[in-house]
């Protein structure tokens, strides 16, 4: 090989490597201080495009985990409602029998209708029960409430009138009964019948958005785990390419330097 001056090839070489192994030992730094194997867009640009797809649907599989669990304190609040209606109901029931003794005083009979009076109006007031402004009992059903992700599959609030003579409670709170005289026995026995019959249904709804939750907060999981597999450096792997680039960092430096001094020996033979 020819000596030279004006180019140093050796040199040129070296240099370009150092570069080289710089840019790399630079790369896993900031992969592993930012704890991403994509920094920048450049070093995976599907990846990206995968990870923030999935990264959003896990976003809103959290979201309807929080519907649902939202959905589930109102029907435990409606049951709630329900529950004391029944145990109104109940002692109703007792009320009446008791008013039915024939051994009972026409004052006697007052005192039972003062505590039936109040009663009534225990269940008119439960059934005017609301959750954060949303009434727990009506007509109309409380709503929809999606499941799934991307909302195709909703569960139904059904809709449950206290109130309704026919399923509800209203023939034991109508104005035209103001004493235990004015409603049967089969009456009160309907209305409890009529509750239990909400609560069921109530229970029924919880026990699927139940089931929903669970299969949510799996969803949003697995999207995490392979959003993770995407973006997340391995922190092990990752340092053993730190450690390989820091060597050829300090290595390339080094043959840098000596193939600087390497076209000093023309001058030995010039002088």
Known sequence: MS????????????SNNLAASSAMLQKSLNRLSSGSKIVNPSDD??????????????????????NIGNAVSLLQTQDGALKVSG???????ELK?????????TSD????????????????????????????FGSSSVGAVGVTEDGATT??????????????????TDTGVTSLANVTTAQISTAIQNVATMRATNGSEQSRFGFASELVTTNKANLEAATSRITDVD?????????????????????????????????????
């Open 109 to 136: 009979k007052a005192n039972y209708d003062a505590e039936f009076t109040a009663l009534q109006s225990q269940l008119t007031a439960n059934a005017g029960e609301k959750f954060n402004g949303v009434s727990l």
């Open 87 to 93: 145990e109104v109901l109940q002692r109703i029931s």
């Open 155 to 172: 569960v139904s609030i059904a809709a449950r009138d206290l109130t309704s003579s026919g399923s509800g409670v209203g023939a034991i």
């Open 97 to 105: 029998t008791l008013y039915s003794d024939v051994t009972k005083s």
């Open 45 to 66: 640009a599907g990846g990206l495009a995968v990870s923030m797809k999935l990264s959003a649907a896990a976003v809103r599989q959290g979201a309807v985990a929080t």
């Open 3 to 14: 000596v030279v001056i004006n180019t140093n090839y050796a040199a040129t070489v070296a």
């Open 235 to 271: 922190v092990a792997s990752e340092s053993t390419q730190l450690a390989r680039w820091n060597i050829l960092v300090q290595a390339g430096t080094s043959m840098l330097a000596q193939a600087n001094q390497s076209s000093q020996s023309a001058l030995k033979l010039i002088g």
